[in-house]
């Protein structure tokens, strides 16, 4: 009879393609179809701290399993990933959820395998934790959940110590993939047919920069470019202190390298961005944001901003909504400040009150939202061209992006799952664009 797994991912497009591999390790060990939690054998918890809600939504989820479990006392309880890995957090696990039955971090995913194996040889519990990230393994095949678009890690790890990130302290410092594994991957994934490929980093810019590579990222780039065959290229995240002229001329080198850039701004004041050790200022970011448009006037730009950090004044959150206005990014995620234990900003003096975080995140969304419905607007009477990523069951249409990220609805007879079709836009609601195939 065949084992069933289910995966609970939390975080980012890292967690979610890691949870590709996750899967991955258990269909080679013999866990066959994903399925519900309460018909799972093994249930895997893929946990992010990078901010305080996804913690507290992992503690939930995993407590609500404590009855599941007395029902299926053989059905093994896995939690791993960024939480795991963070100091102190397995002892607050193991003591708050006794039942958990398999723990490991982010920087030993590929231990899972003989993690589970030994699991259901011996009662007891199983924890590995490493503390330093080894090699990066290069033999574990995911199982893509995401076509027609595939994920494609090129680093590991970040160097950069934001004062108010914990991502060094739990993904290690950065290591680079070969650049040929990297290249291989890709067009493995072009001849199995996917359209839309993301290269993905906690910093893309700095791919190779310890000279392991014989690349860096505008090198990368333009190889990985240069695979045959009409698809998408995308890459995330830049990081703004590294972002180069290079990678501007290789994307107007290639078309099929989408013209969306995203690069986290994360504040508008000069004063914030030092504190939070960003190292670039307000006016280093709009240079390159004038560097992209001069070169590529039809770009876009998306962001991730940060309301409420320590020590942030009314003048510096309108410092932000400033250059909101003036760079008129494509869309904005916003957050409002988590202290994340370890990090140098939890450890500051001046921290905002909730009160005051409220109020700010509100009125940035009010100023996102608005910027962004204009930007729909302007998308009506156009023709675009959309990659099909689905079909919503809901409203009965398929469903895909354009280059920059707009989601585009659409009625058609045929399955278009996996092709690019021209719609031209009949109407736009928020960031949802209405069309008819051309």
């Not at 934790?129 to 959940?145: L, S």
Request: aromatic share 8%; glycine share 6%.
């Amino acid at each position: 009879m065949a084992q069933n797994y289910h995966i609970v991912t939390y975080g980012c497009q890292m967690n979610l393609h890691e949870s590709e591999k996750i899967a991955g390790i258990l269909k080679k060990i013999g866990y066959e179809n994903e399925t519900t939690l309460e018909e799972a054998d093994i249930v895997v918890f893929n946990t992010c701290c990078i901010r305080e809600n996804a913690e507290n939504h992992a503690f939930g989820n995993i407590g609500a399993l404590k009855q599941l479990k007395r029902k299926k006392p053989d059905m093994i309880i896995a939690v791993g990933g960024c939480m795991t890995q963070e100091k102190g957090k397995t002892d607050v696990l193991k003591k708050k959820f006794p039942f958990i039955d398999v723990m490991f971090g982010a920087l030993n995913i590929e231990e899972l395998e003989s993690l589970i194996l030994r699991k259901r040889q011996q009662k007891k519990k199983i924890i590995s934790i490493r503390e330093e990230a080894g090699e990066i393994i290069e033999n574990i095949q995911p199982v893509r959940t995401s076509y027609p678009n595939a994920w494609v890690n090129i680093t590991y790890g970040c160097n950069n110590f934001c004062s108010y990130c914990i991502v060094p302290y739990v993904r290690g410092r950065e290591r680079s993939r070969k650049p040929e594994n990297i290249i291989n991957e890709v067009k493995s994934l072009i001849a199995e047919g996917y359209k839309e490929i993301t290269l993905l980093g906690q910093n893309v810019n700095s791919y190779g920069a310890d000279g392991s590579t014989g690349m860096d990222f505008a090198q990368l780039l333009d190889a990985v470019a240069s695979i045959e065959g009409k698809f998408r290229l995308r890459f995330m995240t830049s990081h703004p202190k590294d972002f180069t002229e290079d990678v501007v001329a290789v994307m107007e080198k290639h078309r099929k390298i989408c013209r969306l850039v995203h690069l986290p701004v994360q504040s508008g004041s000069n004063s914030i961005l030092q504190a939070m050790n960003r190292r670039y200022t307000r006016e280093k970011y709009l240079s390159e944001i004038e560097l992209l448009k001069t070169r590529l006037p039809e770009a876009e730009v998306t962001t991730d901003i940060i309301v409420g950090f320590p020590g942030e004044t009314e003048e510096d959150y309108l410092q932000t909504e400033d250059l909101v206005k003036r760079v008129d990014f494509a869309s904005a995620f916003t957050f409002v400040y988590s202290p994340r234990q370890g990090t140098k900003a939890a450890a500051m003096d001046n921290q905002i009150d909730e009160a005051t975080q409220k109020q700010r995140i509100m009125r940035l969304v009010e100023l996102v939202n608005l910027l962004t419905r204009q930007k729909s607007e302007k998308y009506v009477g156009k023709t675009v061209e959309i990659l099909c990523e689905d079909f919503d069951e809901k409203k009965g249409m398929y469903m895909g992006r354009d280059e920059f990220g707009r989601m585009g609805y659409f009625h058609s007879e045929k399955d278009c799952i996996g092709n690019f079709v021209l719609l031209r836009i009949i109407k736009a609601n928020g960031i949802s664009l209405y069309g008819e195939m051309v």
